[in-house]
């Protein structure tokens, strides 16, 4: 069955510094992964997906994640930290074992960001 | 950008009570799903639904639960007799691809905030 496991609940960074949200799956074949995001009173927004292309994936907002097989990681990073960036970010993967896919979700990872 | 749409925001019931939770998919988007979020744990699939037919739904998608697609534009969940436990965030999504075809992106709602007392 497939899974994912985000590594921390909680990532705190300051302003302008890197930001590194982990994020570990279980797959039994190729999979499709995707990272989430949600700020307050907001729907999930998607933030970029691997689709068994590039392993380095750019998604929106400067952020962007790495498909590792070898060590089933797909970790979401961004260079330098923006106050909008704080939200919780989600990764997530795609389950087609029945057929249809439906998505799996991580518990989630919060970001906070001081100044 | 085209934004899926859910009302209410945030509904409070009495348990035993039937809910209905709404939907405005994508225009152009033929597959919908709910899925929900109960307090401090994960988010997590409900059921997905295509043709106007439950494509699939998960073990916690009981005879409790319906959805139903009434005019062409709506999308709903109904839970018939809510419980304690069906308190939850439920977000509705949307999807132009069918599940299955490698990067099937679905667009969610912001959420319905469902609290039974």
């Known amino acids: 069955a497939q899974s994912v496991t985000q590594l921390d609940s909680h990532v705190s960074v300051s302003e302008g510094t890197p930001v590194l949200l982990r994020c570990n799956y279980s797959?039994?074949?190729?999979?499709?992964l995707f990272w989430y995001v949600q700020h307050p009173n907001k729907g999930l927004q998607l933030l970029l997906k691997?689709?068994?292309?590039?392993?380095l994936v750019k998604g929106i907002n400067g952020f962007e994640a790495e498909f590792k097989k070898s060590e089933t990681s797909f970790h979401l990073t961004k260079p330098s930290a923006h106050m909008s960036d704080a939200a919780e970010y989600f990764c997530?993967?795609?389950?087609?074992?029945?057929?249809?896919?439906?998505?799996?979700f991580g518990a989630g990872t919060r970001l906070a960001v001081h100044p | 950008e085209p934004e899926v749409t859910q009302t209410p925001s945030h509904q409070v019931t009495q348990m035993g009570q039937e809910v209905i939770l709404r939907c405005v998919p994508i225009s152009n988007h033929l597959y919908f799903y709910w899925y929900r979020q109960i307090l401090g744990q994960k988010v997590e699939f409900l059921v997905s639904f295509y043709n106007n037919e439950i494509s699939e739904k998960s073990e916690i998608f009981d005879d409790q639960f319906s959805v139903e697609r009434p005019d062409g534009s709506n999308f709903t969940l109904k839970i018939r007799s809510t419980k304690l436990e069906d308190s939850a965030m439920y977000f509705c999504?949307?999807?132009?691809?069918?599940?299955?075809?490698?990067?099937?992106?679905?667009?969610f709602g912001a959420g319905s905030r469902l609290t039974v007392l």
């Open positions: 797959s039994s074949y190729s999979p499709s």
């Open positions: 691997y689709t068994s292309a590039a392993t």
């Open positions: 997530v993967v795609s389950d087609s074992s029945g057929g249809y896919n439906k998505l799996i």
């Open positions: 999504a949307s999807s132009i691809k069918p599940p299955g075809t490698g990067a099937n992106v679905l667009t």
